[in-house]
């Protein structure tokens, strides 16, 4: 097999992007003194030193161990695909978590051809688990040892937890076809980031319902969401690996009786 098809090569790789920059992300973790630039002045979209050497050490390897490779990240340039594969990394998701302390940003990778990713890493260095899926297989590296990642059996959505990031969730419309959801669940949980995907992969709650997202932001929870059994898709039931609106579900069940609802938004 050649090498940008590896799929040991590819896991490899992936893992050592990881590991890289739990290091640089970490050195930077609830530190007196760390600054926050605002990338969008009217409204605040915080980046760091930590966001930018995080993506910078990611990328150095990559162009050394897979150079016919495309880059698309959340900080520098995009760098075009030789070979129709292109990496898609977000350095810190969850800045705003990041410079608040909170333990639940990640470092987000996947690997993606034409029909979208096939292999991604939801990764959070300070608690140490790393939750990987791709090649037909989904699980969780962390302190209490690795296991296979499985999305939650089919419930109603009445009995089910929800999580979006933020309570404002996108536009007006956006919040209102997640509040719409939301009144008819069980739980809603905000604030997580990246983190409420892989609770979801790991069979811990039932829906992740966003807005305004952009690639980098979905890429990687979206290959291991589906390599955990769940499904993601835009709040039509199309494609949503490209960002935009996003409805992440452990299951068809609970996802039809979502997206129902959804659609009417």
Same mark, same amino acid.
């Given at each position: 097999m050649s090498t940008f098809l590896d799929q040991t090569d590819i896991e490899t790789t992936a893992k050592r992007l990881a590991d890289v920059a739990r290091v640089e992300t970490l050195a930077h973790f609830r530190t007196?003194?760390?600054?926050?630039?605002?990338?969008?002045?009217?409204?605040?979209?915080?980046?760091?030193?930590?966001?930018?050497? =995080?993506?910078?050490?990611?990328?150095?390897? +990559?162009?050394?161990? *897979?150079?016919? !490779? %495309?880059? $698309?990240?959340?900080?520098?340039?995009?760098?075009?695909?030789?070979?129709?594969?292109?990496?898609?990394?977000?350095?810190?998701?969850?800045?705003?978590?990041?410079? =608040?302390?909170?333990?639940?940003?990640?470092? +987000?990778?996947?690997? *993606?051809?034409? !029909? %979208?990713? $096939?292999?991604?890493?939801?990764?959070?260095?300070?608690?140490g688990e790393r939750f990987v899926g791709g090649f037909g297989r989904a699980y969780v590296e962390g302190p209490h040892g690795t296991h296979d990642l499985k999305t939650r059996a089919a419930r109603p959505l009445a009995e089910a937890t929800v999580f979006t990031t933020f309570p404002?969730?996108?536009?007006?419309?956006?919040?209102?076809?997640?509040?719409?959801?939301?009144?008819?669940?069980?739980?809603?949980r905000f604030g997580m980031d990246c983190y409420a995907y892989a609770l979801l992969a790991a069979g811990q709650i039932d829906l992740v319902i966003e807005a305004g997202l952009q690639e980098y932001d979905i890429a990687g929870p979206h290959a291991v969401v589906t390599a955990a059994g769940g499904i993601v898709t835009d709040w039509n039931g199309g494609p949503a690996h490209e960002g935009g609106r996003?409805?992440?579900?452990?299951?068809?069940?609970?996802?039809?009786?979502?997206?129902?609802?959804?659609?009417?938004?």
């Open positions: 007196a003194g760390l600054v926050a630039d605002n990338k969008r002045p009217q409204d605040f979209d915080p980046v760091t030193v930590a966001d930018r050497a =995080s993506e910078a050490a990611m990328r150095d390897i +990559l162009n050394v161990a *897979r150079p016919d !490779d %495309g880059i $698309f990240g959340e900080e520098f340039a995009a760098k075009p695909s030789q070979n129709g594969l292109t990496w898609v990394l977000d350095p810190i998701d969850g800045t705003r978590g990041f410079i =608040s302390g909170t333990p639940t940003w990640g470092v +987000l990778i996947a690997l *993606r051809d034409a !029909d %979208g990713p $096939f292999f991604g890493i939801i990764d959070q260095p300070y608690i404002e969730v996108g536009t007006p419309e956006d919040r209102a076809g997640f509040e719409a959801v939301s009144q008819n669940a069980n739980l809603t996003v409805i992440a579900a452990a299951n068809a069940e609970i996802h039809a009786e979502a997206l129902a609802i959804l659609r009417k938004f």
